[in-house]
């Protein structure tokens, strides 16, 4: 084929020239579903609880994303602000994963239990009011709005397509009792995933406020999880070194 | 000065033409070329020193014994055990850790072993204790005692003052830090009637020289030590709290759930106070630091709280 033949023809142009921007990336990604040891193998890691994944989804309908990322990076001025740095394994079933690099305020890939939930609930409705020099905005409305849950069945199913491990049968939900334990296998029951939600929302009282469920319990309790699943105590220092 | 060079050398053309119009070829300047294959180069040795390749399941991992690190790591039964790997992040990250923590070693091992009034007494010490403990606490302590430590009111104690809700000693604070606090007061609104709960509040308000209703006051006084409302048992009969249990002291002038001092004239001093005793408080939780920082780390936070801040016992 000729030069000129491709620069005469749009749709041969056009073909070509995907393949020839889409190889750099191609050799980067692909590999990485092939290599064993991309994702570490590390015990802990479970998908979030209803709650927690409606928390997810206002976290994301929020754009909280766009100030914060969910990557502490093998840094040692992350580690000491941070924490441990942030496993592949921890984010395998986020879809669409938190990382980045772009930050505006702080990363929260570990926030979990770094804060009370009352620290959370006015911070998130009026962030100056215990960080006097931050820029994040007021979110007021997350104590006030009460959580629609109704779908959430539909997303944890949307989810279950992406290959988190939601059970929607007593077989699959086997398979999470031996995988996760069964505490943690019944609240991945898209079957009773309402209940296991206010089961959640009403033991944690997240926002502070007993009497209802409002978004900002269910953002707190998505927050207060970040980071916690894994329990680096039962890893030597460099175990996550071999996987790199 | 060009025009004399286009006329004198006049570029060959790339042999094409459209409509009478030609391209000239002017090829890019040797030097420029070089660089482009000095690149080429760079990739080569990068292949060698780095991990680039995917092989099936696996990827080249540098040559081996050309580039490697060396870093020392703690295991589960807190061994330490030195490892050279081939160059990644991740053994460059703990080979960093290694290296501040060799600078920082000496002054963490002095804290460690002293005791604290011993730390307190070493003004070198101090100053280490000073730098680090500021850094500690503005990353960890901060966002709910302010940057001086001055606390809020309705939300976390002042550090500075010579109050200590949960105690003041070292041992005190170390065991706060540690293990975390959880403040809780019942709500009263089930139990007592409103008019019970403004002559309880205007008791509270007289104990610190508050303005106050005095004939109301003489009825709460005995309401506090009652069977009934049984205030005593957390505040004690004199009111003055308990450190065990977190209770406030009700006597001195330092509030912290009740903004008694952020409000102007004895309606709204009492409202606050009444606040408080009708829903009761669930929410003065301090988080645990026990999984997040080292023991050497909370011990130095410690004697910075204590010493630094001030207002220690």
């Given at each position: 084929m000729k030069h000129d033949n491709i620069e005469r023809n749009l749709g041969i142009l056009l073909v070509f020239t995907m393949l020839a921007i889409s190889v750099g990336g191609m050799v980067e990604i692909i590999p990485l579903f092939f290599?064993?040891?991309?994702?570490e193998k590390v015990d802990g890691v479970r998908p979030y609880t209803p709650l927690e994944q409606r928390g997810r989804d206002i976290y994301i309908r929020e754009g909280c994303y766009l100030c914060h990322s969910q990557m502490i990076r093998p840094f040692r001025d992350e580690a000491l602000r941070y924490g441990h740095y942030s496993l592949a394994a921890e984010s395998k079933?986020?879809?669409?994963?938190?990382?980045?690099?772009?930050?505006?305020?702080?990363?929260?890939?570990?926030?979990?239990?770094?804060?009370?939930n009352d620290w959370h609930t006015q911070h998130l409705t009026a962030p100056r009011s215990l960080v006097p020099q931050s820029v994040m905005p007021n979110y007021p409305w997350l104590a006030k709005n009460e959580l629609k849950y109704d779908d959430i069945q539909d997303r944890m199913k949307a989810l279950r397509r992406t290959?988190?491990?939601?059970?929607?049968s007593q077989a699959e939900y086997q398979r999470n009792v031996e995988e996760f334990g069964a505490d943690v296998a019944k609240t991945l029951h898209i079957p009773d995933a309402e209940k296991n939600l206010v089961a959640q929302a009403q033991l944690g009282n997240y926002d502070t406020d007993p009497s209802n469920i409002t978004e900002m319990d269910a953002l707190v309790a998505y927050l207060q999880v970040l980071g916690t699943m894994v329990d680096f105590k039962k890893y030597d220092d460099d175990y996550f070194v071999k996987f790199r | 000065m060009s025009q004399d060079k286009a006329t004198t050398t006049a570029p060959k053309t790339m042999g094409h033409s459209w409509d009478g119009i030609e391209e000239y070829n002017n090829p890019l300047p040797t030097w420029w070329i070089w660089g482009f294959y000095i690149t080429f180069i760079f990739t080569v040795v990068y292949w060698l020193l780095y991990p680039a390749w995917p092989i099936g399941g696996n990827y080249t991992k540098?040559?081996?014994?050309?580039h490697t690190i060396t870093y020392t790591a703690k295991t589960v039964d807190g061994k330490e055990v030195e490892k050279t790997t081939h160059w990644n992040m991740r053994s460059k990250f703990l080979h960093e850790m290694n290296e501040m923590e060799a600078i920082q070693k000496q002054w963490f091992d002095k804290v460690a072993s002293m005791s604290y009034d011993d730390v307190a007494k070493d003004a070198e010490l101090m100053q280490f204790v000073n730098s680090a403990g500021k850094t500690l606490f503005s990353d960890n302590?901060?966002?709910?005692?302010q940057a001086g430590g001055q606390g809020k009111i309705g939300f976390a104690p002042n550090l500075?003052?010579?109050?200590?809700?949960?105690?003041?000693t070292y041992d005190e604070i170390h065991q706060t830090i540690e293990h975390g606090r959880r403040g809780f007061m019942p709500a009263f609104k089930e139990v007592l009637e409103d008019q019970q709960i403004t002559q309880l509040a205007n008791y509270v308000l007289s104990l610190s020289g508050e303005p106050h209703d005095a004939s109301l006051a003489t009825v709460g006084a005995q309401l506090f030590k009652?069977?009934?409302?049984?205030?005593?048992?957390?505040?004690g009969a004199d009111a003055k709290g308990n450190t065990q249990m977190g209770?406030?002291?009700?006597?001195?002038?330092i509030w912290l759930w009740a903004d008694v001092d952020g409000k102007a004239g004895q309606e709204a001093k009492l409202a606050e106070v009444k606040r408080v005793i009708t829903s009761?408080?669930?929410?003065g939780v301090m988080p645990t630091w026990g999984g997040r920082l080292k023991p050497e780390q909370i011990k130095l936070l410690t004697v910075y709280v204590h010493d630094s801040l001030g207002g220690g016992r």
């Open positions: 290599i064993k040891e991309t994702v079933y986020d879809h669409p994963f938190q990382w980045g690099s772009k930050r505006t305020g702080p990363d929260l890939a570990r926030v979990g239990g770094k804060y009370s290959g988190v491990p939601y059970s929607n | 540098g040559l081996t014994g050309l302590c901060a966002p709910c005692h500075t003052d010579d109050h200590w809700q949960f105690g003041g009652s069977e009934e409302a049984g205030c005593y048992y957390c505040h209770s406030a002291n009700l006597t001195d002038k009761g408080l669930d929410r």
